[in-house]
């Protein structure tokens, strides 16, 4: 059976989405450890679980991208929770049905891990489904002071620290299993 990695971004004020979260984010270079903890997610990655805007933002950016991360990331199978996407690319298939029961039915179809990226409510959903495995929390060392948060609206989800990796950046990403 797979399991359900998510990897997130958030800000120390817990921001993880919004203009003042992503103009932040974006003066943070990952350095080589921020490169290295993803591509040891990416080891046993079987394919990336994305939601519809997510993916739209990484088929545009990825692509056109070479080494490293990109090779792997444009080499893996994309698996796009979506209700209006018809068509995609980059190695993308639309996920049938209920997003949430088509990862149900992914992660019992074969070995290795689904990573996940993006937030929003298909990450919600899928944590109160119980289907999140791990959530991988990569906590950038600036207040957003606004945008949205990651998981709120959820029921309590009792969740235990399982690993703690300090980057030279200043961020440390947070890993976590849900309790269960």
């Known amino acids: 059976m797979r399991r359900l990695i998510e990897f997130d971004h958030l ?7 919004g203009n003042a979260f992503w103009a ?10 921020h490169l290295d903890y993803q591509f040891r997610l990416l080891e046993d990655a079987a394919g990336l679980v994305l939601g519809r805007e997510t993916y739209e933002g990484f088929a545009a950016t990825w692509p056109a ?3 490293g991360l990109a090779d792997t990331l444009n080499a893996l199978p994309k698996y796009v929770a979506s209700t209006t996407l018809t068509e995609t690319t980059w190695n993308a298939q639309v996920l049938d049905g209920d997003g949430v029961e088509a990862v149900a039915r992914l992660k019992e179809a074969g070995d290795g891990t689904l990573l996940k990226y993006g937030n ?4 919600r959903a899928l944590v109160e489904a119980g289907l999140l495995d791990e959530l991988h929390l990569s906590i950038s060392p600036f207040v957003a002071g606004s945008g949205e948060s990651l998981l709120s609206g959820i029921g309590t989800t009792g969740m235990q620290l399982t690993g703690v990796t300090e980057m030279r950046s200043g961020a440390v990403v947070l890993a976590y ?3 269960r």
């Open 65 to 67: 991208r070479s080494g």
């Open 120 to 123: 929003g409510p298909f990450s």
């Open 24 to 33: 932040a984010q974006l003066t943070l270079a990952p350095g080589d450890d």
């Open 177 to 179: 299993a849900p309790r």
């Open 11 to 17: 800000s120390i004020d817990g921001m993880a989405s």
